[in-house]
């Protein structure tokens, strides 16, 4: 063998070793199931991306000197996880991307009803479980984003138009496991039924081909491109790639707007807190600092969601909220419709 | 002498015992698990994903194998049968592509080969402004950078078959009149073929078990349904059902490597022979083999990790330079670190024990060890998870899920150094020293240890790499605040924040590459 033999590395790979042996040795502790230098961190699973809710913890560590420790992921998987470690969870708080895993999660137990005026005055009634075990914090809308150099939007209309073969290989769609594509299905289905929906998926699944996004970033990536035409995602994610390049050539089109239509699909992203918390003030501090102005006002400068205090503005760049109607399923409605939407989704097969 | 043995290896025994539980339960239990899901949800993944999956996951790795074929046995070739001034540069730098995990050259080619990206433009200039290229979200771009990453398997087993082979058998067919090109297709290639056969169960064994390239590509094979069942459904019945196919698949190349691996040791002739000579090539020759062999690493490895130091030099990238990324560093050490010396820990008794009694016992319990080579990522992750969240609650959540999910998932690779390490010495050497009066652990301490130390090393060294560069497992199973680099490669890449990505990815390779020696050196079958 051409090559330096083992045993010449052998001196280098010691002392690798023993470095890597004294860093072990210093973070030790780490180790043990139970953190204990994270005991006063405030623990959050979050199932938003971090490039989203990180800035907005920041912004509440700043200001009150609580650290917070962030464990981003999938929101189901997280909501599994939670199952999964029941009392003994880490977790202080649960922050999602949909109101319906938040309603999982307080129908398994697993959150802590607050009793907080500030949640009752800063966040409308319909934005919550009624009991706040779990509070709404920003809205967002499935909406349709178009290039603007190859589709006009009076070609848009509905949603379920995008069906339609016209659209074959022109759009770009969410996977099957992402929450708001569950959520959207869902109000789908309890607005126009089984048998319509299913049509719907089936022909979204033939029109989207290869054409499947794990992140909806990527989606608006692809239709600012040009790849494809058209595209669904919450609409936050449009205005954040105008805002970073402000000459792309793409709009959002708020679809199902016409007369006798159901109207656009909202949902919120949320915050719970874990019912075996041991950190209940900081947690309730966190929940205080999301719902007043100034936090809400973070949702609506940082990630362009629609603030749900109705005291706080959204960005000027987004679609006025009165000028367009939300579909009239309640949220707490998605969680019980989600289990006959993954079994829909699973017979068409969408991917 | 058969008590020294005997006392070392009862309290051994048991442990051997407890470890080959520790690694197959997990495995049993899954299998169980999908066994018993209701045939209604088997009915349904029939009907639906199953097909789907079973065929992308089977087509992809048939056209891996055939370009990895391709570019392994024309590179060794070029190699081994040609002299031309800097062959022994090529002949080393042909594995570099093994230090670049699939998700990272998966993300640079997303990049490279994306719509609008640099290839289409150089495409454009060529075929006019209206010319598209494949995208490489797709069968074709997952076979481009499955390939591109594994052929140096085939390389490495092809060029040591063509180094070891006696020429005599093609000087024969020479001598008997038989043109040049036939006696390639006739003597060297049969010769050459369970070396190469081995090589392509092991490249197919990676494609089937790969996540990181696949999931960034967006090509649904069953290894990246696995991780989407379980982390979009709320129950991993599916993802046990799909995790049982997967197995199967995996297990069948498994075998096949294995078979065509011992059988090649009958192909070739030990005792005295010459090397092949090597054919002198003029300057056209040389020109010629240098550009192939540049084309090849310039697209799998020179190309790639060009724009990786570029980008991780970009603005963006040096932003994220900060006391977060030192931890994403040191805990990627750490879990490695932990991971590794677990691995040993655990395979050693297992290796001993069959090197030393074998029993059908003791290589029972070594063969359930290797394991982890059918057990891809996620289908580890989900073993691991499925097991503690039933027998042991309490320890759901904490490191140690994710330890034991790598060390079942890399020991192979481990045993792959220990065992050899453990067969070259003699028992009789032990009884020496006991003889002349050295007691148990002395002799362990003085004799066994010093002659094995090497191999350990290297078993450690391999298992901290591969941990380092997990990416399923880790995602899946990381508790609060253990975000690895490779998580942050794939968070950024996936989201194709590139150059964000970049510096993190520059550093798992780079870290890889010294290790490639060893594993060259060694066990280049576990990289």
């Known amino acids: 063998m051409p090559y330096p033999c083992a045993a010449s590395l052998a001196g280098r790979t010691v002392s690798l070793w023993l470095f890597v042996l004294t860093l072990v040795l210093l973070a030790g502790p780490d180790f043990l199931p139970s953190p204990t230098s994270a005991a006063d961190k405030l623990i959050i699973y979050s199932g938003r991306a971090e490039r989203l809710i990180k800035p907005v913890l920041d912004a509440f560590t700043a200001k009150t000197g609580i650290q917070v420790e962030l464990l981003s992921s999938g929101t189901t998987e997280l909501l599994n996880r939670l199952k999964a470690e029941g009392d003994r969870t880490p977790a202080d708080i649960f922050i999602t991307n949909d109101a319906g895993s938040l309603e999982l999660a307080r129908t398994a137990g697993l959150l802590r009803p607050l009793n907080m005026r500030e949640i009752d005055r800063a966040i409308p009634q319909q934005y919550r479980a009624p009991d706040n075990s779990w509070v709404g914090l920003s809205g967002r809308f499935w909406i349709i984003v178009y290039n603007t150099t190859q589709v006009k939007p009076d070609q848009l209309r509905s949603l379920l138009d995008l069906a339609d073969p016209k659209w074959k290989d022109k759009i770009a769609i969410p996977n099957s496991g992402s929450e708001y594509l569950q959520a959207g299905v869902s109000v789908i289905r309890a607005t126009y039924g089984d048998e319509r929906t299913k049509q719907f998926l089936v022909g979204l699944r033939d029109n989207g081909g290869n054409q499947v996004y794990q992140k909806s970033s990527q989606i608006v990536e692809a239709v600012a491109k040009g790849q494809v035409a058209i595209g669904i995602v919450n609409h936050y994610y449009v205005y954040r790639h105008l805002a970073m390049q402000p000459g792309a050539p793409i709009a959002v089109f708020m679809p199902d707007q016409q007369e006798g239509g159901m109207g656009s699909i909202m949902n919120v992203a949320g915050i719970g807190v874990i019912k075996q918390t041991k950190h209940l003030e900081s947690a309730k501090l966190l929940v205080e600092f999301l719902v007043a102005q100034a936090g809400q006002k973070l949702f609506a400068d940082l990630d362009k969601e629609y603030p749900l205090h109705s005291e706080v503005k959204a960005d000027p760049a987004l679609i006025e909220r009165k000028s367009f109607r939300a579909a009239q399923v309640p949220l707490t409605r998605l969680a019980e419709l989600r289990e006959p939407t993954l079994t829909l989704i699973e017979q068409v097969g969408l991917r | ?527």
């Open chain 2, 1 to 527: 002498m058969i008590t020294i043995r005997q006392q070392l290896s009862s309290p051994l025994q048991l442990v051997a015992l407890a470890s080959a539980g520790l690694i197959i339960l997990p495995l049993g239990y899954v299998m169980a698990q999908a066994l018993s899901v209701d045939a209604v949800v088997w009915g349904r993944l029939w009907a639906t994903r199953i097909p789907e999956l079973l065929f992308n996951t089977v087509s992809l790795a048939a056209s891996v194998a055939v370009i990895t074929l391709v570019l392994g046995v024309s590179t060794a070739w070029v190699v081994t049968r040609l002299e031309f001034p800097g062959r022994r540069f090529w002949e080393g730098a042909l594995v570099l592509p093994l230090a670049m995990p699939t998700y990272v050259l998966a993300y640079l080619y997303s990049y490279l080969l994306g719509f609008g990206g640099p290839i289409e433009h150089l495409w454009q200039f060529v075929a006019g402004p209206q010319a598209r290229l494949f995208s490489p979200h797709s069968y074709l771009g997952a076979t481009i950078v499955m390939a591109l990453d594994t052929f140096p398997f085939v390389y490495l087993l092809t060029r040591s078959a063509l180094l070891n082979m006696n020429v005599s058998f093609e000087e024969v067919s020479r001598a008997s009149g038989v043109s040049r090109l036939w006696t390639l297709w006739r003597v060297t290639l049969p010769l050459m073929r369970p070396s190469i056969v081995a090589g392509l169960a092991l490249v197919i064994l990676y494609v089937v078990s790969d996540f990181g390239a696949v999931s960034l590509l967006r090509y649904q094979t069953l290894t990246y349904a696995v991780f989407q069942q379980m982390t979009g459904r709320s129950d991993n019945s599916a993802a046990s059902i799909l995790s049982l196919f997967l197995v199967s698949l995996a297990l069948l190349f498994l075998v096949t490597e294995r078979w065509f691996r011992h059988r090649s040791r009958f192909y070739q002739t030990s005792g005295h022979y010459r090397s092949p000579q090597r054919h002198q090539c003029g300057w056209p020759g040389t020109v010629l083999a240098t550009g192939y062999l540049s084309v090849i690493l310039g697209a799998a490895f020179a190309i790639p990790a060009y724009l990786l130091v570029n980008w991780s030099f970009s603005m963006q990238a040096q932003a994220t330079l900060d006391s977060r990324f030192m931890g994403f560093v040191s805990n990627s050490a750490l879990l490695a670190a932990i991971a590794a010396t677990g691995g040993v820990l655990i395979g050693l008794p297992l290796a001993y024990l069959a090197s030393r009694r074998p029993s059908w016992l003791n290589l029972g319990c070594l063969q359930a060890a290797y394991a982890g080579y059918v057990l891809p990522g996620p289908v580890a992750a989900l073993a691991v998870l499925v097991l503690f969240t039933k027998l042991v609650p309490i320890l759901y959540g904490s490191v140690l899920v994710l330890i034991v999910a790598y060390v079942i998932h890399f020991l192979p690779a481990g045993l792959q150094s220990l065992e050899p390490a453990l067969q070259q010495i003699t028992p009789n050497l032990e009884e020496v020293s006991r003889s002349l009066g050295l007691n148990v652990r002395d002799t362990w301490r003085r004799v066994t240890l010093p002659l094995v130390r090497n191999g350990f090393i290297v078993a450690w060294v391999l298992m901290f790499l591969q941990t380092m560069k997990e990416l399923p497992a880790t995602l899946l199973l990381r508790p609060v605040g253990f975000d690895t680099l490779a998580i942050r490669v794939w968070l950024e890449a996936s989201e194709e924040y590139y150059q964000l990505a970049a510096p993190a990815a520059l550093l798992i390779v780079i870290v890889s590459l010294p290790a490639l020696l060893l594993l060259v050196s060694k066990d280049w079958r576990a990289a």
